[in-house]
């Protein structure tokens, strides 16, 4: 598995994660872009997957009494890497997927990574075949650990790894064993190297855990008031605009140019890019800012990244840098919000979007313009 970064002087390709867990690779045999349309927010997850979800948490309990710190973007993460909330699929009203979703025969042949035979063990009750084992439904299960894990979620006295509440169960069951605490960040690091032994699949996942935890969380804009409000609220008013490179400026959304690093033109989007949702969002409040992001650094009072992101207040610009301590570098750009959240338009491929602030790689401080 290998990461891809993509960064540059003018905003805003953020370096991309190109990791994907082994059964994704075996699935498909392709590495994921690390986003789609609709990015790290709720809007990305059918609406029957994300019950599924919200449903298994509530469940888990029952199964692995000790088991503490399961919420749903856990759950979410992961479906996220194995098979992208199981999109393109039918999801019936009791869960149950179609077509089902089935990874690459494990015969050793080599397709889509697969290099080890392993041995069928239930005679292709749910992987349709008995000449070996490929993993199965939305959270990509092998037979024989869904022996062991599988539960019924949805009622129907059936486990079912195709089954959404049923599979949204058996994983928060597999990582909850042994009564993890799940709030802990080397607990839940340890779950999901369990349920897949790689470093980069890990990493993967945390990635979208933090975005799915950004999302879920409204910002609280009780205490912000004056030209703070208004640039927070114009920002968020855009979010689902789709990610335009060279896109947006302080009028609004425009198609942007070609090409970012990656080879992705925003011509035929229209949309922002990082620094043009923060030009739009600030002439909102009559403050006018330089297009990129580098050069948006040196506007307001600056704030040092080596204070930390716990000194930022809502409004304030938030930088990434390649070298952090080196303003040229500074390929990226956000509005903080507070609660260690920002708006962001991250990159090609996605939309303006809550994140984590630790979502984006090479922090580089802020700036406070009002």
Excluded at 229 to 236: D, N
Excluded at 249 to 276: E, M
Aim: hydrophobic share 40%; aromatic share 8%.
């Amino acid at each position: 598995m290998i990461a891809v970064l993509m960064f540059a002087a003018v905003c805003c390709a953020a370096p991309v994660s190109g990791t994907i867990g082994a059964y994704t690779a075996l699935k498909t045999g392709v590495i994921d872009d690390g986003g789609i349309a609709e990015g790290g927010s709720t809007a990305d997850i059918p609406a029957r997957m994300l019950a599924a979800y919200k449903k298994a948490v509530q469940q888990v309990g029952t199964y692995v009494p000790t088991c503490r710190g399961m919420r749903w973007p856990i759950l979410a993460g992961i479906a996220k890497v194995e098979s992208n909330h199981a999109i393109d699929h039918n999801i019936a009203a009791n869960g149950d997927i179609t077509p089902k979703i089935y990874g690459v025969l494990l015969n050793g042949s080599g397709a889509g990574g697969n290099t080890t035979a392993v041995a069928d063990t239930d005679g292709g009750t749910w992987d349709g075949t008995a000449n070996g084992e490929r993993a199965v439904g939305p959270f990509q299960f092998l037979p024989s650990t869904w022996e062991s894990v599988g539960e019924d979620g949805n009622g129907d006295k059936v486990a079912d790894p195709h089954n959404a509440d049923d599979a949204a169960l058996g994983a928060a069951v597999y990582l909850c064993a042994g009564g993890r605490d799940l709030a802990q960040r080397s607990q839940l690091r340890a779950a999901i190297l369990q349920y897949n032994h790689s470093d980069a699949y890990v990493t993967d996942v945390l990635g979208w855990i933090n975005q799915y935890t950004a999302a879920a969380k409204d910002p609280d804009l009780k205490n912000v008031t004056g030209k703070v409000r208004t640039v927070i609220e114009a920002a968020l008013s855009q979010r689902g605009v789709p990610y335009s490179w060279g896109g947006g400026n302080a009028h609004g959304t425009s198609y942007g140019a070609c090409c970012s690093p990656g080879g992705k033109s925003g011509t035929d989007i229209k949309g922002f890019d990082c620094s043009g949702l923060t030009q739009y969002a600030y002439a909102r409040a009559g403050i006018t800012l330089p297009r990129v992001a580098a050069a948006q650094a040196g506007v307001g009072q600056r704030i040092p990244a080596g204070l930390g992101p716990l000194v930022l207040k809502p409004g304030d610009l938030v930088f990434f840098a390649t070298a952090p301590g080196h303003d040229a570098t500074i390929y990226h750009v956000g509005i903080y919000l507070g609660s260690g959240q920002m708006v962001n338009a991250p990159r090609p491929g996605t939309v303006v979007r809550l994140d984590a602030v630790d979502t984006m790689p090479g922090y580089a401080g802020g700036a406070r313009l009002l």
